[in-house]
């Protein structure tokens, strides 16, 4: 395959065989025969050690590659590690609906973090307040001397808001410092610049600083992804209108919108996982944001276009690095980007939110037609097969039957397995 022609698109792919799957991503993105060898490892022990506290080992999760993605014209396959079944295949199926349509378009804005510092015990928060924004120029100077790197990198903090609030501890103001983190997720490096700037806060405002910390509603730090999906692909306009029933739960029901969003982050956060990017920090800013009108609501927003075919919308902050944090640390991180061919954390975002796009047009394209079982079936049952003791090609024999059967159930399985093994014996 040469690099003019390489495509995303891949036929047949859930049926290839593990070392066929790993030898298409080889060539897709240049790895070397040292990056192949990393699929068939894991983190070690020393770097592990250095990860976390109290290690004892590392946990696995599968790593499946969703394919087919067009997004802003450049072909992706996406790395994604996550234990739910059917997610991966769901994702590789809206992306081939979207592609028919041009695939997905994303944009994202300035990676501009909020770092937060609170200050309590004034007497006058209204001239404090005004006192620190007099000496903004001095406290952002004092933040970017906490990093020279990333200033270098044309970085660094960029603005000052302060805010005041009530409470039942009476007023309080709180300090928004605004850095520009370029590729890094930014919370180590804005909440260094924050704990800097307490003292300073302190003497200027005469109050008392208590947190000094990032906020994970990286409202600041948006992005954005949209795609057309073919009316005749979806089954006709009847089903684009069924979709769009379904679609108005999640926008005015917070009990939907939550599973709405979950599905969402199926996507998203397997991503996430695979990049060494930190699932909670996105799932913190994402559900923060979906409730930023006062109720909680849906992330993505769909609607028809002069031609019928359904439109899908997804605007959410992505606060995610390709430096810093484990990003560089897992060997299988630093593979995947690799896989993704992507070297900013912007083109990261803007992948992350396509994916989350093609997730939720994909539930709830399943949820307005057949339903999601019928998917989810085929991999639950061999879970249940294995858990009613299923070994070897058992396991397959037996979910098959479970799913013709329609009674994907462990009492059956268990049931089933012993016939199975009498009529080998
Ligand atoms: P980091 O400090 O490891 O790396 C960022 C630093 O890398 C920058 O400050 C800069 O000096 C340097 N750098 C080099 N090249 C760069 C480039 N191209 N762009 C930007 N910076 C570059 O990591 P971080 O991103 O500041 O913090 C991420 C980590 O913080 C994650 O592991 C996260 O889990 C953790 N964390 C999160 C929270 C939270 O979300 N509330 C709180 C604390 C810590």
């Known amino acids: 395959m040469s690099t003019t022609e390489k495509t995303s698109v891949v036929s047949g792919f859930y049926k290839l065989p593990i070392e066929k799957r790993r030898e298409f991503v080889g060539q897709f993105a240049n790895l070397s025969e040292d990056d ?5 490892s894991c983190l070690d022990l020393t770097t592990a050690d250095r990860m976390i506290e109290n290690v004892l080992g590392t946990f696995e999760l599968p790593l499946g590659l969703a394919v087919n993605f067009l997004i802003n014209g450049k072909e992706y396959i996406l790395p994604m590690a996550t234990e739910e079944s059917s997610v991966v295949a769901a ?22 973090m909020i770092g937060q510092l609170q200050v309590l015990h004034l007497n006058d928060v209204v001239t404090a307040a005004q006192q620190i924004l007099q000496h903004k120029e001095q406290l952002l100077t004092v933040a970017n001397a906490q990093d020279k790197i990333l200033v270098d990198l044309g970085g660094g903090a960029r603005d000052l808001e302060v805010r ?19 590729d890094a997720m930014g919370a180590n490096a804005v909440n260094t610049m924050c704990e800097a700037l307490a003292p300073m806060l302190e003497e200027i405002s005469g109050g008392k600083v208590r947190l000094k910390i990032l906020s994970n509603l990286a409202d600041k730090r948006l992005v954005k992804a949209t795609a057309h999906f073919d009316k005749e692909k979806m089954g006709g306009e009847q089903v684009v209108d069924a979709f769009l029933e379904s679609y108005m739960l999640a926008s005015i029901d917070p009990y939907r919108a939550a599973t709405h969003n979950k599905g969402i982050m199926n996507g998203i956060d397997a991503l996430i996982i695979a990049t060494g990017n930190d699932s909670r920090a996105i799932e913190a800013g994402a559900h923060a944001y979906a409730a930023r009108n006062g109720r909680y609501s849906s992330l993505t927003r769909y609607y028809k276009d002069d031609d019928g075919n359904l439109v899908g919308e997804i605007e959410l902050p992505m606060a995610v690095g390709v430096i810093g944090g484990a990003a560089n640390m897992h060997p299988k991180a630093r593979l995947c980007r690799k896989i993704l061919r992507i070297s900013t954390a912007r083109e990261l975002a803007e992948v992350g939110a396509s994916l989350g796009l093609a997730q939720n047009f994909a539930a709830l394209f399943a949820l307005s037609t057949v339903g999601i079982q019928k998917g989810h079936m085929s991999l639950h049952a061999k879970n249940i097969a294995v858990m009613a003791g299923a070994q070897g090609t058992e396991i397959e024999t037996l979910a098959d039957q479970l799913v013709h059967d329609g009674k994907v159930k462990l009492d059956y399985a268990k049931e089933l397995l012993e016939k199975i093994r009498k009529k080998v014996k």
């Open 91 to 112: 994702a590789s199926n809206a992306a081939k609906i979207a592609r028919i349509k041009g695939g997905f378009s994303a944009s994202c804005s300035e990676p501009l």
């Open 164 to 182: 005041i609030l009530d409470s039942p501890l009476g007023h309080m103001i709180v300090t928004h410092l605004i850095v520009d983190v370029r």
């Open 36 to 40: 192949m060898k990393i699929f068939s």
